[in-house]
């Protein structure tokens, strides 16, 4: 009975399936999420605009990217899957393809070639880190520090944080484990080959909360993006951990006398993954945005916008000037030779595993 | 006694009882579009929320064959399952891979044990590459119908040869759901998957009797239990088997006893060990700091109410202006501008420093230090009773400010438990003063003067006259704002730190972030359960009768 009624509906499915595909038609109207603010303007102008103009589609923005996990599970689980392009951070989209919410693209079929004729797969290279996800931007989580309350001598590594002698104050930190526990066995004297080794054992993970022990009284946790930002702002803190774009505009368009320790910056990926269980004509317009949005000159585009580095590597030749500033935009990418000499890659298969159980660990840390 | 009759010759009772439910039936129609809005939005999702608290499907969903055949295997046996469990385990594995429902099935199952995540991922990826192709090259080199789909349809339609193969039939009907759920192709076009040979092979071999004879004694047999160590050897770890075991049931209270900071453990619970209790002391603190918030509410709430409520109509308008302004404030706008007043650089410290360097801080301040240090003892004497209630005696040191010594220190007024009672007795304030407004407002002042002039002090006639009649207000205040302050997450997230965060974080970690709805329905449950706990006892001392939202 199941069965037949399984068939049924898949028949029912297949058939204006077969029938739109065949005539190409795609949907007029799409709602893309992203996280709001400076980058959601960045993606509008270098993205949306071009696009609408091209085609006459209309972009709807929603601002629900820090949801779009628990919200895409709730819409799947209630057949009605509202947004069709979803930006959204590299582990999400691990998560959300392994829950089977996200389409699995084909990158080489489906996306556009690099401009220096290379295919996709190999433009995005390492970057491509989820069947599901086509990544966009690299960023980077590093350190911000008030040059006027750092003393005589500005801190040049990651382990100034650690460092309450020469830096007496107050530091702020995510609220998570991810990136913490990594800087504190780095400044604890283990290899930058075998934190991640170090830390799959008890003893590893006791030597990292003990290493964040020493600087627990000095320390704002941190959960939003623009926390760091203003506490450096108001002198609440003389150094704190948060994006790089943050930074960039607190230090290039609010001036403020802070400067940027790229040690140990942490790369992560932005990108965007499609939802399953769209309707063909959804689907194919969400594939030719994402197609669209994603090639070497979309990608470069958007970094006269906002400092974060494009995801496919012959898009880095492009990168202009910013917009308004007029200040040339290499420099403070994070992936720039000059600031990348010690640098992270988020370790998504690790962090899939040990998320779960180190975060409640570093709960119970924070409370006691 | 004789019957009394209506008009139409029925008796009375009768005849008024059906007049009676034909009035109750149409004021039930009344109310059914609201009764019916109420079920489908409120209490359904509610309910299908709450009761993921104790679902848990997906494993014996996923993994039917190596659910039943782990039956037999012995948790205590310190041992990997043998071989079946493997051959189960392959045919459940290469389907759920298809479905693509392995992964999620890895994510439920890392939330109990760390690293069976990626262990499912990486194992539905080379599931597919086993070398098990032997078989099936081997099975239909012996006789070209085993490699035309029309001969294995016709076979697995036919009952003997289902008998004879029950295993290889069942393994055939989940690949032809497979075949026709994700390939959308029909199964009797395609020739079956090397999984399908696999287990007409295993048949064969126990000495069941195929549709056409095969001899299959020459072929390389595959250990399956290897094949998966070869994948990742934590196949092995009788451990990663245990998790299995103990969440194979299609229910479990596992989610429960995760939130109480125990673990369900082969022989029965275990508690967690030290490093990751946190959910009853959250609990603890969540009650505690939400009945200060209650109380802060209450004594600033009450002296505003009675000026609202006695305030010629003017000036109480315009001081219910001021009440209510904060609701039209957005909430992220609010507890922002609580940080830039708190914050150690900010407003009130700011001030205190100014003040500290005039000639009036110089002078007054040993006297406000004395203050203080009364302040702290108090605290003091909170956190001691805090810490005796988490089972910690003594330890602690009190904070104590010698000013001589310390000079000027800036207070710690943010990112702690007292920027989360400040903020949220802010956030809060309205949903006490309008209760207790409305209440007031019906309590006729002249009553007071009365009392005053049969002699009572100013004091008496409060306590005694005025406030008994303003009680229900109070009641209604308070359990409003403790219900709220209880669910409240954003307000502790911003300005909380570490010890001023509420269980309500973790509900939304788990799920926003996480996406373990088990256990944030879990969570939410106790949550619930404590509520209504708190209400009945409310009712039981005060009375429910006796809270008053209004007039």
Not at chain 2, 48 to 53: A, G, I, P, V, W
Not at chain 2, 235 to 242: A, G, M, Q, T
């Amino acid at each position: 009975m199941k069965m037949t009624i399984k068939l049924m509906a898949t028949t029912c499915l297949m058939l204006p399936a077969t029938l739109a595909v065949a005539d190409g038609h795609m949907a007029d109207e799409m709602t893309i999420v992203s996280w709001g603010g400076a980058y959601s303007s960045s993606q509008e102008n270098a993205y949306h605009i071009p696009y609408s103009e091209m085609t006459g589609v209309t972009i709807i923005n929603d601002e629900s990217s820090a949801e779009a996990v628990a919200k895409l599970r709730a819409m799947n689980e209630a057949g009605n899957v509202t947004w069709d392009v979803v930006d959204v951070v590299a582990s999400d989209a691990i998560r959300l393809c392994d829950e089977g919410l996200a389409l699995e693209i084909d990158f080489d079929e489906q996306l556009a070639p690099g401009d220096d004729g290379s295919t996709a797969t190999e433009d995005f290279g390492d970057l491509l880190v989820s069947d599901c996800f086509i990544p966009q931007i690299v960023y980077s989580t590093t350190v911000g520090y008030r040059v006027d309350l750092v003393g005589d001598t500005a801190p040049t590594d990651i382990c100034a944080i650690f460092d309450t002698e020469t830096y007496p104050g107050m530091r702020s930190l995510e609220k998570r484990p991810i990136n913490n526990m990594e800087w504190a066995l780095l400044c604890d004297g283990v290899a930058k080959g075998d934190v991640y080794d170090v830390m799959e054992t008890e003893e590893g993970q006791e030597q990292a909360f003990a290493k964040l022990d020493t600087i627990k009284d000095s320390v704002i946790w941190w959960s939003a993006g623009a926390d760091t930002p203003q506490l450096l702002a108001d002198g609440e803190i003389i150094m704190g951990s948060t994006y790089n774009g943050r930074l960039f505009s607190l230090i290039e368009e609010q001036d403020q006398p802070v400067a940027m320790l790229w040690d140990a910056q942490v790369f992560d990926l932005d990108g965007w993954i499609i939802p399953a269980g769209l309707t063909p004509e959804r689907e194919a317009r969400a594939l030719d945005y994402v197609r669209f949005a994603t090639d070497t000159q979309r990608l470069a585009d958007q970094s006269k916008y906002i400092a974060y580095g494009p995801a496919r590597a012959s898009s880095a030749p492009l990168v202009a000037q910013h917009a308004t500033l007029g200040i040339d935009m290499a420099p403070h990418m994070p992936t720039d030779p000059a600031n990348a000499t010690n640098t992270f890659l988020y370790n998504y298969t690790w962090w899939a595993d040990y998320r779960d159980d180190l975060d409640a660990k570093f709960q119970v840390w924070l409370s006691q | 006694m004789t019957l009394v009759l209506a008009a139409d010759g029925r008796p009375l009772k009768t005849s008024l009882n059906r007049a009676l439910r034909r009035q109750k039936l149409r004021a039930l129609m009344l109310i059914a579009p609201l009764l019916i809005f109420i079920l489908v939005s409120f209490v359904m999702p509610i309910a299908d929320m709450l009761f993921r608290s104790v679902e848990n499907e997906i494993v014996v969903e996923t993994l039917p064959r190596t659910v039943a055949t782990l039956d037999g295997w012995d948790s205590e046996s310190g041992q990997a399952p043998d071989e079946d469990v493997f051959t189960a385990l392959y045919f459940d594995l290469v389907l759920a891979a298809e479905y693509k429902t392995h992964t999620r099935l890895g994510s439920r199952l890392n939330y109990e044990m760390t690293g069976i995540s990626s262990l499912f991922r990486k194992s539905g990826r080379s599931v597919d590459d086993f070398p098990t192709n032997n078989y099936t090259d081997v099975i239909q080199a012996a006789d070209t119908s085993y490699g035309d789909p029309a001969q294995w349809a016709a076979w697995m339609a036919d009952d003997v040869v289902r008998a004879a193969l029950p295993m290889t039939a069942n393994i055939y009907d989940a690949w032809a759901k497979m075949i026709v759920d994700t390939e959308e192709d029909l199964p009797i076009e395609e020739v079956p998957w090397d999984f399908v040979y696999t287990s007409l092979y295993l048949e064969v071999m126990e000495g069941a009797d195929p549709p056409i004879s095969l001899d299959l004694s020459t072929v390389a047999p595959v250990t399956l239990r290897d094949q998966f160590y070869d994948v990742d050897k934590d196949w092995l770890d009788p451990e990663v088997w245990k998790i299995i075991k103990i969440y194979s049931p299609e229910y479990t209270n596992g989610y429960f006893l995760n939130s109480v900071d125990r673990l369900k453990g082969p022989e029965g619970v275990e508690v967690r060990p030290d490093n990751e209790q946190i959910y009853i002391t959250l609990f603890i603190r969540t009650m505690i700091m939400s009945g200060s918030i209650m109380g802060m509410c209450v004594l600033l709430g009450y002296p505003i109410a009675w000026l609202l409520a006695n305030l010629p109509a003017r000036k109480a308008n315009m001081l219910m202006i001021l009440v209510l302004l904060p609701f039209w404030t957005s909430l992220l706008v609010r507890t922002s501008a609580w940080k830039v007043l708190l914050q150690q650089q900010g407003v009130i410290n700011d001030t205190l420093v100014w003040y500290h360097s005039t000639w009036l801080g110089q002078f007054l301040d040993p006297i406000f230090m004395g203050f203080l240090n009364l302040c702290y003892a108090f605290v003091n004497v909170i956190t001691w009773v805090w810490n005796v209630l988490n089972g910690i005696w003594g330890g602690t040191d009190g904070l104590y400010m010698d000013w001589a010594v310390a000079g000027f220190e800036r207070l710690a007024l943010i990112n702690n438990q007292t920027g989360t009672v400040i903020a949220m007795t802010h956030i809060l304030l309205p949903f006490m003063i309008l209760p207790l407004f409305s209440v007031m407002k019906t309590i006729p002042i002249s009553y007071l003067r009365a009392a005053k002039s049969l002699g009572a002090t100013n004091w008496t006639a409060f306590w005694r006259v005025y406030f008994p009649q303003s009680i229900p207000g109070i009641g209604a205040g308070c359990i409003l704002v403790f219900i709220l302050s209880i669910g409240y997450y954003i307000t502790p997230e911003l300005v909380g730190g570490t010890k001023g965060v509420f269980i309500s974080n973790r509900i939304a970690y788990h799920i926003s972030s996480s996406l373990n709805w088990g256990l944030a329905a879990a969570l939410g449950t106790i949550l619930l359960v404590i509520v209504m706990g708190l209400y009945w006892m409310y009712d039981k001392i005060v009375g429910i009768d006796n809270v008053k939202l209004g007039g």
